[in-house]
């Protein structure tokens, strides 16, 4: 089982920074890449990055592609980063941490979000106009 705690939510203005980290713990994490999620309001779920301590490359979505970068984390054990540069006001959701199973890593990862049992509680990001 995987225990995942993100935070690092809050609120800023359209063209700032925030940095979303994800904690994870449990057995077997070497068998899982990281990966965020992120859900506005009234629209479903959407995969935003992807990582793999054990796989390259990185994925991310279009929408956030040179403006969002997700690493793991040089200073804190099995924690992922997502660090967000750039926002924008459609970048407004709550960002959830996900443990993808390395079955699933590659460039359909986001495909197969039903599949995946792990997730962190959600850290809210709001941007303002």
């Known amino acids: 089982e995987v225990q995942l705690q993100a935070c690092g939510g809050g609120l800023v203005q359209a063209g700032g920074s925030l940095r979303l980290s994800c904690a994870a713990s449990?057995?077997?994490?070497?068998?899982?890449?990281i990966g965020w999620f992120r859900q506005a309001p009234g629209k479903e779920r959407e995969g935003v990055a992807c990582?793999?301590?054990?796989?390259?490359?990185?994925?991310y979505a279009d929408s956030v592609k040179g403006r969002f970068t997700i690493s793991s984390d040089d200073n804190a054990k099995n924690t992922v980063t997502l660090q967000m540069n750039s926002l924008k006001p459609e970048d407004t959701a709550v960002y959830y941490c996900?443990?993808?199973?390395?079955?699933?890593?590659?460039?359909?990862?986001?495909?197969?979000?039903?599949?995946?049992?792990?997730w962190g509680q959600g850290t809210e990001v709001t941007v303002s106009s």
């Open positions: 996900v443990a993808v199973p390395d079955v699933f890593f590659g460039s359909t990862w986001i495909e197969f979000k039903n599949e995946y049992d792990y």
């Open positions: 990582i793999s301590e054990s796989f390259g490359p990185t994925y």
């Open positions: 449990g057995s077997r994490l070497d068998e899982y890449a």
